[in-house]
Structures are given as structure tokens and as C-alpha cells.
């Protein structure tokens, strides 16, 4: 891809030398200043959290947040939700473009052939306390498989790199209903292959020796939907982790167990969780009113409400707000106080002026946390299914940079502010 503009940034510093920097054009958004010369001048630039930097070259999503758009491989994520399925739109992250219908099928049996995990790794995860956070079990259990699959552990091998990603996509499900079936105090249940991707999901989840589960389709596709939202958003904090740890040349199970580990932090991937939490503490439709002027008191935030790149309506959220009511229609949920609350908080917020000026719409963590109670997820797995979700955008995303030939080990640079330069004082002089 020819990415010169012809464009150049022109950068004068105070002693009158200059540098020249191109400017570089994508396929959609921004254009972007590169400043790989900079070091040329002995500066660096200093952007704490990378709002304005672009740390890699990426052909696999789009984000605007002023237009409130999100395209996998261009196409836009309503589109996908409304037509695909969520495996569908793993092949496209993943290979770049939707399988026909000979790569689907192929696809789809590739991946059904490796939900299955090493028996060993049951007694590795009856190590854990049973008390203990499934994310914490997903951190340690998905990290442990690079311990099982030695045989594709090869990152410059590209059918290694293959084998791993179908070996993540289809086995971190297993793992994170193992992780809830631990904690629930039941025996794990082994993958069905009669299933479809989330039809097993649910299945390893709910069935139990003593009670048969049927999946209800309604409740599939809301699920469906929960996973094909998540699937990817850009350089984020965890997929970034996933590819710093990626840069150094470990392995991929590490790597996702590293972007796990960032995923679990309540500015990440607890947000749901966390929406669920502040319904409860309102407890009464009766309630919300007094709640919101609590808000608008700045005495605390809606949780589930607002984004930091979407200042327009999260693309996200339209499509779970659809689900939301379809499921909790299907399930006779309406009238229940939980999510009547929850749709009154709604209603009040997107009327009242104070959110309206301040573009706070609710987020697709708001819909998706009503979505996930309603199924019969506890609150502890919320993150847990992020992490089923987002592991297909992670794999992609460690994939295009391993295959990168600009791609080097991440090394960001600091602005050193520490003591200067002192000589060691021996213990009884200082
Ligand atoms: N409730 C009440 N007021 C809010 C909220 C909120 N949730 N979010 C922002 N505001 C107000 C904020 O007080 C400020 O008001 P003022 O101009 O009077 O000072 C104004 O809106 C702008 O706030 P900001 O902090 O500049 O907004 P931000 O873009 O930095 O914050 C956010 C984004 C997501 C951190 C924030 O909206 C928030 O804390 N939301 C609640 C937590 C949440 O739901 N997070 C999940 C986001 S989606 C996750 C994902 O996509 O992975």
C-alpha cells in the first residue's frame, strides 16, 4: 500500500535546526506524521498513554468515534451483527476476507477439532483455590497451554502460527467454562461438536450429569452478538499488550494470557460487571431519579455510560440494545425489578439534558451486562466472556505483527525525571 502523501511536517526547533517529517496516509481516518527521524535531532516525544500515536500499521479494524463507526476488514460492524455468525467473522479477522462456503466449512472443522483441551490441564486448574476470580484461572490456564502444544510454538513457522490460533479460538472457551464450572463447584463438561461455537459455549456451561441443557436460539444470537461485537477494537490496552509481549518473540498462549491480564482492570474489560453492580446498589426503579442528581452532582458516574472514542452513540450499543429487549422479551424479563430499573435509568438519561450536552449515551457494556444476567451468567464471568470475544481480535492482531517486516521489539522511551547523577554512600555515613 502506497501510504506518502507528498505531505511533510516541518519541525523548527528553538536552536534553528529543522527536520523534515513525512506525513503518511491511510485508507480511512487521520493521516499520521512520522517521526521515526526524530531521533536524528536527539528528541523524543512524549505521549503518555499514546493518544496520538500510532504504534503500528494495521489492515484489520476501523474505528471513528466522532461519526460512531467500527468496520472489521471494512465492513461495518452492524452489517456483520445483523448478518454473520461469530466464527464467520473470526475467518475474516483472521485471513482478511468472509470464507466462502468451502472455507467456512473448513474453518468451522478445523476449529470444532480443537475445543477439546489436555486432560492434564484439568488437574493443572484443580490447582486453584475455588474461590478464585475465573480471570485470574484464565490468566494462569490460557498461559499454561504454550506448556501442553509444543508442537506450534514456532513464531516464524506460519502454519505454527495457524495451528495456535485455531488451538486459542476454540479452546479458550472450554477453559472459561472450566473456570466458572470450578467455581461453581460442578464437574466440567467436555465439548459437544454437534454444536455450533456458541451453542457448545453454552452447553459446557449450563449442562450438568443431572440436567440436560437445550440451547434457546433467541438466547445463541444474543450471545452470538455479545461475542461478534467484541471480537476486535484496534490498538486498545490489552491488544497492545498482546503485541508488545508478541514484539520480544514469545509465544502466543503467553501473549494472550498477557492481554487477558490487561483486559481484567475495571477501565478495560470490567466495565459491564461494573454497570451490573450499580443497578444492583440502585436496587428500586423508585430510586433512579434521586441517583441521577447524585450524578449530575458529580458525587459518582453511570456506570455503562459514555466512551472515550465514541462520541456519538457506540455502533455497539445500537445492536445490543436491540438484543437486550429481544432477549428479556423472550425470557418474560420485562417486568423484572432488575431490568425495569435498568430501563428506566435509560429512559431518564437519554432525555435529560445533562447527558444529551455531554454526548453520555449508555455503552455496549450497559446492554451487554443486562444481556449476560438475563442468560444466567454471574457477574465474576462478565470479563471471562470478554476475554472468549476479544481472544479472536488478539490472535489477528499478533498474527499481522509477527508477519510485519518493520516489526522489532517495542521499545517505548521515557522523559527521565529521577535524581541526576550521586555517589554511593557506605550505610553508617548516610
Ligand atoms: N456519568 C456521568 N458523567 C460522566 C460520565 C458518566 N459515565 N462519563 C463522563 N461524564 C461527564 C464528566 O463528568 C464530564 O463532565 P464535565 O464536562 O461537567 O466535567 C464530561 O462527561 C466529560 O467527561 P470525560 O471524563 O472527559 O469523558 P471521557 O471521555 O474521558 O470518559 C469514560 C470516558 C468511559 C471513562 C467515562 O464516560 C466513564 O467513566 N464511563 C463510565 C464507565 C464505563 O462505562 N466505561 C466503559 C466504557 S466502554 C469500554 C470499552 O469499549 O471497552
Redesign the pocket.
Known amino acids: 500500500m502506497n501510504m506518502e502523501t507528498n505531505r511533510i511536517a516541518t519541525l523548527t526547533l528553538d536552536d534553528g535546526r529543522t527536520l523534515e517529517l513525512p506525513i503518511l496516509k491511510g485508507t480511512l481516518g487521520p493521516d499520521v506524521i512520522d517521526i521515526r527521524n526524530l531521533g536524528k535531532v536527539g528528541l523524543f516525544t512524549y505521549d503518555p498513554a499514546f493518544f496520538s500515536t500510532s504504534s503500528c500499521i494495521s489492515e484489520i479494524t476501523f474505528i471513528d468515534g466522532d461519526e460512531g463507526l467500527l468496520y472489521y476488514r471494512g465492513y461495518p460492524i452492524e452489517q456483520l451483527a445483523e448478518n454473520s455468525d461469530f466464527l464467520e467473522v473470526c475467518h475474516l479477522l483472521l485471513n482478511g476476507e468472509l470464507p466462502d462456503a468451502e472455507q467456512k466449512a473448513e474453518f468451522i472443522s478445523n476449529i470444532t477439532r480443537h475445543t477439546m483441551v489436555h486432560d492434564q490441564l484439568a488437574r493443572f486448574l484443580n490447582g486453584f483455590r475455588r474461590d478464585a476470580h475465573p480471570m485470574a484461572v484464565m490468566v494462569g490456564v490460557v498461559g499454561a497451554l504454550s506448556a501442553f502444544y509444543h508442537d506450534s510454538l514456532d513464531i516464524n513457522n506460519p502454519q505454527h502460527r495457524v495451528v495456535s490460533a485455531h488451538r486459542l479460538l476454540a479452546k479458550v472457551p472450554t477453559i472459561a467454562a472450566m473456570a466458572y464450572k470450578y467455581n461453581v463447584g460442578e464437574p466440567f463438561v467436555y465439548p459437544k461438536n454437534k454444536f455450533s461455537y456458541v451453542e457448545n459455549f453454552l452447553y459446557m456451561m449450563f449442562s450438568t450429569p443431572a440436567e440436560e441443557y437445550v440451547p434457546n436460539p433467541i438466547l445463541v444470537r444474543a450471545l452470538e452478538r455479545i461475542l461478534i461485537l467484541h471480537a476486535d ?1 484496534e490498538q ?1 490496552a490489552s491488544t497492545s499488550t498482546v503485541r508488545l509481549a508478541g514484539s520480544s518473540g514469545a509465544n502466543p498462549f503467553a501473549c494472550i494470557a498477557s492481554g487477558i491480564a490487561a483486559l481484567w482492570g475495571p ?3 470490567g ?1 459491564n460487571e ?2 451490573l453492580k450499580m443497578l444492583e446498589e440502585i436496587g428500586d426503579v423508585s430510586r433512579v431519579a434521586e441517583y441521577v442528581q447524585g ?1 449530575k452532582d ?1 458525587k459518582y ?9 465514541y462520541k456519538n452513540m ?1 455502533p455497539r450499543a445500537k445492536v445490543m440494545r436491540e438484543t437486550c429487549y429481544e432477549v428479556l422479551k423472550e425470557l418474560k424479563l420485562e417486568n423484572n425489578k432488575l431490568f425495569e430499573l435498568a430501563m428506566e435509568l435509560e429512559k431518564t438519561a437519554l432525555n435529560d439534558p445533562y447527558f444529551i450536552e ?1 454526548k ?1 449515551y449508555p ?4 446492554y451487554s451486562g443486562i444481556v449476560l444476567r438475563a442468560i444466567g451468567i454471574p457477574t465474576n464471568m462478565f470479563t471471562v466472556i470478554f476475554a472468549v470475544a476479544r481472544t479472536i481480535g488478539w490472535v489477528s492482531q499478533w498474527n499481522e505483527m509477527v508477519a510485519d517486516v518493520e516489526q522489532k521489539i517495542g521499545r517505548p522511551r521515557q522523559l527521565y525525571r529521577g535524581a541526576e547523577r550521586r555517589d554511593f554512600v557506605p550505610v553508617n555515613k548516610r
Open positions: 477494537h486498545n477501565a478495560h474489560g466495565a461494573a454497570a450524578v458529580k458516574r453511570l456506570m455503562g455510560f459514555g466512551h472515550r472514542v457506540d455531554r453520555l455503552n455496549v457494556d450497559f
